[in-house]
C-alpha cells in the first residue's frame, strides 16, 4: 500500500481509498473509493454534502488528476455520509448508480411522517424525536437529479480500467443496500455491510412488519459464501480476513439478542427503556449521549425486538397508543 497524503492510499493499482473526514460524528471519517480507468473512473461513495467533505474529497481527487467529466459513481446505500456529496460531484456525463429501494426510498419523502408516528410509541420523547429528525444527517440532503440515478440489479457489472464488478444485493443496514465484487482479485466494496473497527447500525424505525436484522444477517451469510481477500469497507481500517469478521458481526447480533433478553427477564419495557439499559460503544452514559445518538440506539434495539418477536421469544403489547415488550 502506497500513502500518498494522509487520507489517501493505493489499496490495489489503480484504486484508492480516500479518508473523508466526517467532524463530530463518531464514525469519524468515510472511506471513498476511486478506481482510475483509462476511459472513464468510478468512485465508490462520496462524503457527506459539508464543506469539510467537499475539500478533503476535492483535494484528494485534485492530486490524483481525477477528471470528473470521466467519473461515475456508485453508491452503496443512501445514507448522507455516502450520498451526500455525489450532487455536487457528479458531471452532465456522470452515471451515478443508486440500488432501487433507496432511491425509492429518497423519492417517497414519507419516511419522516412515518418515523415520527412509530419511535415515540415506544417510548421516545416526542420532542426529542422531533428534534433527532431535524439534525439526522438525511436532512441536509439537497435531493436533485434523481431521475438522472441508475438503477444496478443483482450480478449486473461495471467495468473500469482492469477491474469488473460485480453488484451484489446485501439488504440489513438499508432496505437496498449493495455491494461490489471483483472476482479475479477476490476484493469487496462493503459500503456499510461489514465495518471492521465498529458495527454496522441496523435499524428499524419505520414499519414493524419488516425484519431488518434477519435480512442482514442472511446478506452475511451469502458474502461468507463467496472468496475475498480483502473487504474495503464505508468507514474505518480495510479488513484482510472476511470471513472472521462476518462471525464475528452474527456473533454480535446474537449477544445483542441475548442482552435485550436479559433487561426483559427482569421487567417488561419498552425500546426506549432497553436502550438506556444496554452496553453501547459510546462514551458516558445514557443520558448524556446525543440525541441522535439515542434515535439510532433505539432503532437498533426495535430491529433486534423483531427478530426477537418473531423467533418467538418475545411479545410485543399494545399500551393505548404505546407499545412494550415482554418475555415470552
Ligand atoms: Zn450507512
Same mark, same amino acid.
Given at each position: 500500500m502506497?500513502?500518498?497524503?494522509p487520507?489517501?492510499?493505493?489499496?490495489?493499482?489503480?484504486?484508492?481509498?480516500?479518508?473523508?473526514?466526517l467532524?463530530?460524528?463518531?464514525?469519524?471519517?468515510?472511506?471513498?473509493?476511486?478506481?482510475?480507468?483509462?476511459e472513464?473512473?468510478?468512485?465508490?461513495?462520496?462524503?457527506?454534502?459539508?464543506?469539510e467533505?467537499?475539500q478533503?474529497?476535492?483535494?484528494?481527487?485534485?492530486l490524483?488528476?481525477?477528471?470528473?467529466?470521466?467519473t461515475?459513481?456508485?453508491?452503496?446505500?443512501?445514507h448522507?455520509?455516502?450520498?451526500?456529496?455525489?450532487?455536487?460531484?457528479?458531471?452532465?456525463?456522470?452515471?451515478?448508480?443508486?440500488?432501487?429501494?433507496d432511491?425509492a426510498?429518497?423519492k417517497?419523502?414519507?419516511?419522516?411522517k412515518?418515523? &415520527?408516528? #412509530?419511535?415515540p410509541? =415506544?417510548?421516545?420523547?416526542?420532542?426529542?424525536?422531533?428534534y @433527532? %429528525?431535524? !439534525?439526522?444527517?438525511?436532512?441536509s440532503?439537497?435531493?436533485?437529479?434523481?431521475?438522472k440515478?441508475?438503477?444496478?440489479?443483482?450480478?449486473?457489472?461495471?467495468?473500469?480500467?482492469?477491474?469488473?464488478?460485480q453488484?451484489?444485493?446485501?439488504?440489513?443496514?438499508?432496505?437496498?443496500?449493495?455491494?461490489?465484487?471483483?472476482p479475479?482479485?477476490? &476484493?469487496? #466494496?462493503?459500503?456499510? =455491510?461489514?465495518?471492521?473497527d465498529?458495527?454496522p447500525?441496523? @435499524? %428499524?424505525? !419505520?414499519?414493524w412488519?419488516y425484519?431488518?436484522?434477519k435480512?442482514?444477517?442472511?446478506?452475511?451469510e451469502?458474502?461468507y459464501?463467496?472468496?475475498?481477500?480483502?473487504v474495503?469497507?464505508?468507514?474505518?481500517?480495510i479488513?484482510?480476513?472476511?470471513?472472521?469478521?462476518?462471525?464475528?458481526l452474527?456473533?454480535?447480533?446474537r449477544?445483542?439478542?441475548?442482552?435485550?433478553?436479559?433487561?426483559?427477564?427482569?421487567?417488561?419495557?419498552?425500546?426506549?427503556?432497553?436502550?438506556?439499559?444496554?452496553?453501547?460503544?459510546?462514551?458516558?452514559?445514557?443520558?448524556?449521549f446525543?440525541?441522535?445518538?439515542?434515535?439510532?440506539?433505539?432503532?437498533?434495539?426495535?430491529?433486534?425486538?423483531?427478530?426477537?418477536?418473531?423467533?418467538?421469544?418475545?411479545?410485543?403489547?399494545?399500551?393505548?397508543d404505546?407499545?412494550?415488550?415482554?418475555?415470552k
Amino acid at each position: 500500500m502506497i500513502l500518498m497524503m494522509p487520507q489517501v492510499e493505493e489499496v490495489l493499482p489503480a484504486i484508492y481509498r480516500i479518508e473523508v473526514p466526517l467532524a463530530g460524528s463518531p464514525l469519524k471519517s468515510i472511506n471513498s473509493y476511486l478506481i482510475k480507468g483509462k476511459e472513464r473512473n468510478l468512485i465508490i461513495d462520496t462524503g457527506m454534502d459539508t464543506d469539510e467533505c467537499r475539500q478533503a474529497l476535492g483535494q484528494a481527487l485534485r492530486l490524483l488528476n481525477v477528471d470528473l467529466q470521466k467519473t461515475d459513481f456508485f453508491i452503496t446505500h443512501f445514507h448522507a455520509d455516502h450520498l451526500g456529496l455525489v450532487f455536487q460531484l457528479a458531471s452532465e456525463k456522470s452515471s451515478v448508480f443508486l440500488n432501487g429501494p433507496d432511491l425509492a426510498a429518497l423519492k417517497s419523502a414519507i419516511f419522516w411522517k412515518k418515523a &415520527i408516528g #412509530f419511535v415515540p410509541r =415506544h417510548g421516545f420523547p416526542e420532542s426529542e424525536a422531533r428534534y @433527532a %429528525l431535524k !439534525i439526522h444527517p438525511a436532512s441536509s440532503f439537497k435531493l436533485k437529479d434523481l431521475e438522472k440515478f441508475k438503477v444496478p440489479s443483482e450480478g449486473d457489472t461495471i467495468t473500469v480500467g482492469n477491474y469488473c464488478l460485480q453488484c451484489l444485493e446485501t439488504p440489513g443496514h438499508s432496505h437496498g443496500n449493495m455491494c461490489l465484487y471483483e472476482p479475479q482479485e477476490k &476484493i469487496l #466494496f462493503s459500503g456499510d =455491510h461489514i465495518l471492521g473497527d465498529i458495527t454496522p447500525n441496523i @435499524a %428499524l424505525n !419505520i414499519d414493524w412488519s419488516y425484519n431488518p436484522l434477519k435480512k442482514y444477517i442472511s446478506s452475511l451469510e451469502k458474502i461468507y459464501n463467496i472468496d475475498v481477500n480483502l473487504v474495503l469497507p464505508g468507514h474505518r481500517s480495510i479488513i484482510s480476513n472476511c470471513r472472521q469478521r462476518i462471525t464475528e458481526l452474527i456473533n454480535h447480533h446474537r449477544q445483542r439478542n441475548e442482552e435485550i433478553l436479559a433487561v426483559l427477564k427482569k421487567s417488561p419495557a419498552n425500546a426506549y427503556e432497553i436502550a438506556s439499559k444496554i452496553s453501547w460503544d459510546m462514551p458516558g452514559t445514557w443520558d448524556h449521549f446525543p440525541v441522535i445518538q439515542k434515535w439510532f440506539a433505539v432503532s437498533e434495539v426495535l430491529s433486534h425486538l423483531k427478530d426477537l418477536e418473531v423467533k418467538g421469544l418475545v411479545l410485543c403489547e399494545a399500551l393505548g397508543d404505546n407499545f412494550i415488550f415482554r418475555r415470552k
